[in-house]
């Protein structure tokens, strides 16, 4: 996992704002929410392992699944998940993963080579996020 500073941080949305401006870019609320916390994920890439920039959140005005929501974000970080091979090959041959499948290793290290993409990526949603705000 690798922390990266970013200016929207602490700064808090409607929840309906942030999935209005990043789903077309192609963030997707992580599986992983709560009631009261969860988190937008971008798919950087998914050869060999699962590479992504996550944005975590909590609520501080209402529950995820109600109308209205007001949440804060958290400081983003870049993440792997490395899956085990060789589990349900069918599926795996035609191009789908089994999403109830555990990572084989859920922490794996990130490739630095891809630390600059996940950098310019957040640089990406605090223009998005914040220059209407």
Known sequence: MIL???NVTGKQFRLQY???KLKPLGYVIGGNWDY???SFDYKM???GEYLYLRVPFVATKGALDVRGTEVELQQ????AHQYESGIDQDAESAGMLNQFQEPEDPDAE???EWKD???QLVRQLEQTILSEQ
């Open 4 to 6: 990266i500073e970013s």
């Open 45 to 47: 890439s998914d050869e």
């Open 110 to 112: 990130f490739p630095s």
């Open 36 to 38: 009261d916390k969860g």
């Open 76 to 79: 983003p970080y870049l993440l």
């Open 18 to 20: 942030l999935e209005e």
């Open 117 to 119: 993409t996940g950098i």
